[in-house]
């Protein structure tokens, strides 16, 4: 067998240039990718090309995994987080010989140890990369799938038993509700959401129909719809999961499920919402696991991620945050708390709600109807000897009056507004009624963040930009030809979106003395960007087309997500 590395292989045939192999590791060094997942995402080698020069080189057959209908017993010889590991599939057994589907057969480490594991002769198969990881994901998602669930659905529940009737007798919905296949339905609803990564699962009712969707990397997606007269018993199954009162249909419910999956606990916050024609049903995921608390992996540029770390760390004054619902400030701020979460350190935050529960820190739950305010929350946090207070959202004068106070005698306050960007931020204050004395004195750093989705790694691929539409998108001239942009194709890997995954855009505006100044003089949100921008501000949009410049994300999602500066 070969023992050359695969690059130094197509260098060596004349089907790359060392300059390509060069650009290929390092874009490999920055995705963690393999390097024939990496070159055919840069448009270098086709991937039959790459399998066809791979089984070449190393004398061995190749085989288009993805074509192929793997028996179950054969699936089951490699344990599946073995196969993941090691980026290998079997798909045929004869006698004691073991058919395997491998990206690199070079590896003979891989081949010895998986020769150990099973006890049989390994015939190795040469494979893409991109077809092994798309059986892998086929495996995870397991035998059942919904439309499995709705056939056996359609054959064995007796639908007249859970008629969508508003005057149901409430036992007769309480038993229609623990039904096997209705149980099985919604479970495997809530395991797809989890496998699929969705944020939010909506259960909507019309007035002939239901739907499910998925709120996957932000975007909404049908996924299913369940027979109309499976309405109620779904509704009142999520209901009975979340302990809420089935019985009560006029009025909004709150509640939780805590489910194990694969080895992780995972919350799902529950909203029911009378409509017209039923209850809607929202479940929000919070995957603890999930949570990216590392701040060098949320998509800070370099520069903007020493003054965020800089303020955060400062003695006093206040850190705000902004950005739509879903922006990822929850994230951002969970994430400077987990920096700052020291021994020597008292950390208070008045959430609604608490999505995360972080140790070391003093969590509190808002709630207005019993008088626990943002406010009251404030002003009681201040008598618990304090070094850092995290409040969930200013939304009134009251609450900013005291969070800015509370900046200016010696405590550290994070917090979180709306507004479009961050200059806007500063105006938004003096409208609630906040001096611009106290604005000025207090407030050390404005954060404004968008999420992007991530171009999926698996069907990346070359995407030809006219250079009018990239000059229209606000890159330089200069800039043009020097980066290429990408688009995902579709697979079973991002659920066919070409999307799989979020990263943040920043837009980092610290408050040197020139902007101080300008706020003392009331200045608008346009002067205070123009000035922030000659102090070297990068606004969203260029942090987008920095991303974009990286590959990590396509001209729809920077134009989606930011408006042009």
Same mark, same amino acid.
């Given at each position: 067998?070969?023992?050359?590395? @695969?690059?130094?292989?197509? /260098?060596?045939?004349?089907?790359?240039?060392?300059?390509?192999?060069?650009?290929?590791?390092?874009?490999?060094?920055?995705?963690?990718?393999?390097?024939?997942?990496?070159?055919?995402?840069?448009?270098?080698?086709?991937?039959?090309?790459?399998?066809?020069?791979?089984?070449?080189?190393?004398?061995?057959?190749?085989?288009?995994?993805?074509?192929?209908?793997?028996?179950?017993?054969? +699936?089951?010889?490699?344990?599946?987080?073995?196969?993941?590991?090691?980026?290998?599939?079997?798909?045929?057994?004869?006698?004691?010989?073991?058919?395997?589907?491998?990206?690199?057969?070079?590896?003979?480490?891989?081949?010895?140890?998986?020769?150990?594991?099973?006890?049989?002769?390994?015939?190795?198969?040469?494979?893409?990369?991109?077809?092994?990881? $798309?059986?892998?994901?086929?495996?995870?998602?397991?035998?059942?799938?919904?439309?499995?669930?709705?056939?056996?659905?359609?054959?064995?529940?007796?639908?007249?038993?859970?008629?969508?009737?508003?005057?149901?007798?409430?036992?007769?919905?309480?038993?229609?509700? =623990?039904?096997?296949?209705?149980? #099985?339905?919604?479970?495997?609803?809530?395991?797809?959401? +989890?496998?699929?990564?969705?944020?939010?699962?909506?259960?909507?009712?019309?007035? #002939?129909?239901?739907?499910?969707?998925?709120?996957?990397?932000? /975007?909404? %997606?049908?996924?299913?719809?369940?027979?109309?007269?499976?309405?109620?018993?779904?509704?009142?199954?999520?209901?009975?999961?979340?302990?809420?009162?089935?019985?009560?249909?006029?009025?909004?419910?709150?509640?939780?499920?805590?489910?194990?999956? #694969?080895?992780?606990?995972?919350?799902?916050?529950?909203?029911?919402?009378?409509?017209?024609?039923?209850?809607?049903? /929202?479940?929000?995921?919070?995957?603890?696991?999930?949570?990216?608390?590392?701040?060098?992996?949320?998509?800070?540029?370099?520069?903007? %991620?020493?003054?965020?770390?800089?303020? +955060?760390?400062?003695?006093?004054?206040?850190?705000?945050?902004?950005?739509?619902?879903?922006?990822?400030?929850?994230?951002?701020?969970?994430?400077?708390?987990?920096?700052?979460?020291?021994?020597?350190?008292?950390?208070?935050?008045?959430?609604?709600?608490?999505? %995360?529960?972080?140790?070391? @820190?003093?969590?509190?739950?808002?709630?207005?109807?019993?008088?626990?305010?943002?406010?009251?929350?404030?002003?009681?946090?201040?008598?618990?000897? !304090?070094?850092?207070?995290?409040?969930?959202?200013? $939304?009134?004068?009251?609450?900013?009056?005291?969070?800015?106070?509370? &900046?200016?005698?010696?405590?550290?306050?994070?917090?979180?507004?709306?507004?479009?960007?961050?200059?806007?931020?500063?105006?938004?204050?003096? *409208?609630?009624?906040?001096?611009?004395?106290?604005?000025?004195?207090?407030?050390?750093?404005?954060?404004?963040? $968008?999420?992007?989705? $991530?171009?999926?790694?698996?069907?990346?691929?070359?995407?030809?930009?006219?250079?009018?539409?990239?000059? =229209?998108?606000?890159?330089?001239?200069?800039?043009?030809?020097?980066?290429?942009?990408?688009?995902?194709?579709?697979?079973?890997?991002?659920?066919?979106?070409?999307?799989?995954?979020?990263?943040?855009?920043?837009?980092?505006? !610290?408050?040197?003395?020139?902007?101080?100044?300008?706020?003392?003089?009331? &200045?608008?949100?346009?002067?205070?960007?123009?000035?922030?921008?000659?102090?070297?501000?990068?606004?969203?949009?260029?942090?987008? +087309? *920095?991303?974009?410049?990286?590959?990590?994300?396509?001209?729809?999602?920077?134009?989606?997500?930011?408006?042009?500066?």
């Amino acid at each position: 067998m070969a023992t050359k590395k @695969i690059g130094e292989l197509l /260098v060596q045939e004349g089907m790359l240039t060392p300059e390509q192999l060069d650009q290929a590791l390092e874009e490999q060094q920055k995705n963690n990718e393999r390097l024939g997942t990496v070159l055919m995402s840069m448009g270098m080698v086709s991937e039959d090309v790459l399998v066809e020069f791979i089984a070449r080189q190393f004398q061995v057959p190749q085989v288009n995994i993805a074509k192929l209908s793997i028996p179950k017993d054969v +699936i089951n010889v490699i344990p599946l987080d073995v196969a993941q590991k090691y980026h290998a599939v079997p798909f045929g057994l004869m006698g004691n010989t073991l058919n395997i589907a491998i990206a690199d057969p070079g590896n003979l480490f891989v081949i010895d140890d998986l020769r150990f594991l099973t006890r049989k002769n390994i015939q190795v198969h040469v494979a893409s990369d991109k077809a092994i990881r $798309r059986v892998i994901a086929q495996i995870n998602a397991g035998d059942d799938s919904l439309s499995d669930v709705l056939g056996m659905l359609k054959e064995e529940v007796e639908l007249d038993l859970v008629q969508a009737s508003d005057e149901m007798d409430l036992a007769l919905l309480e038993d229609a509700a =623990e039904q096997a296949p209705v149980v #099985k339905l919604v479970n495997l609803i809530l395991m797809d959401a +989890i496998r699929k990564q969705a944020s939010d699962i909506h259960l909507e009712c019309y007035e #002939k129909s239901i739907r499910v969707r998925f709120r996957i990397d932000g /975007v909404l %997606y049908e996924v299913m719809r369940p027979p109309y007269q499976l309405k109620n018993a779904m509704i009142s199954r999520l209901k009975i999961m979340s302990r809420l009162d089935i019985a009560e249909r006029r009025l909004p419910q709150d509640g939780r499920i805590k489910l194990k999956a #694969k080895g992780r606990e995972m919350d799902f916050r529950v909203s029911v919402l009378p409509t017209l024609f039923g209850e809607k049903v /929202v479940l929000r995921l919070l995957d603890k696991s999930g949570l990216q608390l590392d701040m060098t992996k949320l998509g800070f540029e370099e520069s903007q %991620y020493k003054h965020f770390k800089d303020a +955060i760390y400062q003695p006093f004054g206040m850190v705000l945050v902004t950005g739509p619902t879903g922006s990822g400030k929850t994230t951002t701020l969970y994430s400077a708390l987990s920096d700052l979460n020291k021994t020597s350190e008292n950390i208070s935050t008045a959430e609604d709600p608490v999505e %995360y529960n972080l140790t070391g @820190i003093n969590q509190v739950q808002i709630q207005e109807s019993i008088g626990l305010s943002f406010a009251a929350a404030l002003r009681a946090f201040l008598r618990q000897d !304090p070094d850092i207070i995290m409040v969930g959202e200013i $939304r009134d004068f009251e609450t900013a009056e005291i969070a800015v106070k509370a &900046a200016l005698t010696g405590h550290l306050v994070l917090s979180t507004l709306h507004t479009n960007d961050a200059p806007s931020t500063i105006n938004r204050l003096l *409208n609630m009624g906040v001096e611009a004395f106290l604005v000025a004195s207090a407030v050390n750093l404005v954060l404004a963040q $968008r999420l992007v989705r $991530r171009v999926c790694s698996e069907c990346k691929m070359v995407e030809d930009v006219p250079p009018e539409a990239l000059l =229209e998108l606000g890159v330089r001239e200069d800039e043009l030809g020097t980066f290429k942009c990408y688009r995902g194709e579709g697979c079973i890997i991002c659920n066919d979106t070409g999307y799989r995954g979020r990263i943040a855009l920043y837009e980092v505006m !610290p408050l040197h003395d020139q902007i101080r100044e300008l706020v003392l003089m009331g &200045a608008s949100a346009a002067e205070i960007k123009k000035e922030s921008i000659r102090l070297g501000m990068l606004t969203l949009r260029r942090s987008g +087309i *920095n991303k974009l410049k990286e590959g990590v994300t396509s001209v729809e999602e920077v134009i989606r997500s930011s408006a042009k500066d």
